[in-house]
């Protein structure tokens, strides 16, 4: 079935380092695809989505581009900071807005 | 505007005990769903509601899971009897409707079941 399958953490950065968090996708048809965040405490937050393949979706500095010819949905980040540790989940949208969601992956940045 | 508001934030039980969730989504979403979150996994969909209908439940332990949308606002989930598996994060999530909208997550409900 359809289903997404991310890069197991945890991750430990450097304030100001690079970041890629991989995501991978199997899915029938052309999900939409999406980064949620959570930070400590709170529920998932949407960070960024793209709904078509070589759309690029970003915000807050993240990017991440639709790859079809990959099934890919890699998260990246030039600079990171301390105000981005968070867990970082991928997820597809399938029919009904039914989402299926990555086991996340959790992020540690050091000042 | 108020996001989606869940209670009680914790909840610590015995087994065997009864447990309730209460959900309250955003204002004019229609559409309702339930997640389950385990520890170090992502959230999996237990019910999915449009207003008061629940159109797909087919994830739900309807042995000992239950839930109601009465006026298509609130909703309540509820456990009984727990068990010791049924230790998770208990996520809320609305969105305008089941078509190419946003679902938006409350803060969740942590239960331990001892």
């Known amino acids: 079935g359809d289903s997404v399958t991310q890069m197991e953490g945890p991750v430990t950065l450097s304030e100001e380092a690079c970041l890629t968090i991989?995501?991978?996708?199997?899915?029938?048809?052309?999900?939409?695809l999406f980064w949620y965040v959570q930070y400590p405490g709170e529920g998932l937050q949407l960070l960024l989505k793209a709904t078509k393949a070589d759309d690029k979706g970003s915000n807050k500095g993240f990017e991440a581009t639709y790859r079809k010819e990959t099934t890919s949905f890699h998260l990246e980040k030039g600079s990171v900071q301390v105000s981005d540790s968070a867990v970082y989940f991928c997820a597809l949208r399938v029919k009904n807005n039914d989402m299926r969601f990555g086991a996340g992956t959790r992020l540690t940045v050091k000042p | 505007e108020a996001g989606v508001v869940q209670s009680p934030r914790y909840k610590i039980i015995e087994k065997k005990q009864p447990v309730a969730f209460w959900c309250n989504p955003i204002?004019?979403?229609?559409?309702l769903y339930w997640y389950r979150q385990n520890l170090g996994q992502g959230p999996e969909l237990l019910i999915r509601y449009e207003n008061e209908e629940a159109v797909d439940d087919s994830q739900l332990p309807k042995d000992r899971f239950s839930a109601e949308r009465l006026k298509g606002v609130d909703s309540t989930l509820k456990i009984q009897p727990a068990e010791l598996g049924d230790s998770a994060v208990y996520l809320c999530a609305s969105s305008l409707g089941t078509g190419q909208e946003t679902q938006y997550f409350g803060p969740g409900t942590r239960l331990l079941v001892l």
């Open positions: 991989n995501c991978t996708y199997t899915a029938t048809g052309y999900p939409s």
């Open positions: 204002s004019g979403h229609n559409t």
